[in-house]
Nanobody, 120 residues
């Protein structure tokens, strides 16, 4: 299984970015596809996930970030609007077959991470 994430970069506060992550190697229809983020010295933090027709979004990004999924392409997206400096982090895509909610502890596959820097 491989996860290839892209779309990170430098953006000014209030700006937008769209991350994408393409998965390959098997069928992922029963997997959570999700995004986490991490800053140095802190634990990896859940951002958003989607499985079947259900979406979960962290309170810290609710109303600004939107996760979506193209099952035909095995690709998950994260549209990030109204970015804030505190959104600066390395963003990781992730896959899990957890029976409950996805957490960093039950992720089976991680992408390589893409850096998002929000700065003026």
């Amino acid at each position: 299984v491989q996860l290839q994430a892209c779309g990170g970069g430098l953006v000014q506060p209030g700006g937008s970015l769209r991350l994408s992550c393409a998965a390959s190697g098997r069928t992922f229809s029963n997997y959570f596809m999700a995004w986490f983020r991490q800053v140095p010295g802190k634990e990896r933090e859940f951002v958003a996930s989607t499985r079947w027709n259900t979406v979960y979004t962290a309170d810290s990004v609710k109303g600004r970030f939107t996760i979506s999924r193209d099952s035909a392409k095995n690709t998950v997206y994260l549209q990030m609007n109204s970015l804030k400096t505190e959104d600066t982090a390395v963003y990781y895509c992730a896959l899990s077959r957890s029976a409950g909610q996805i957490t960093a502890g039950n992720v089976e596959y991680w992408g390589q991470g893409t850096l998002v820097t929000v700065s003026s």
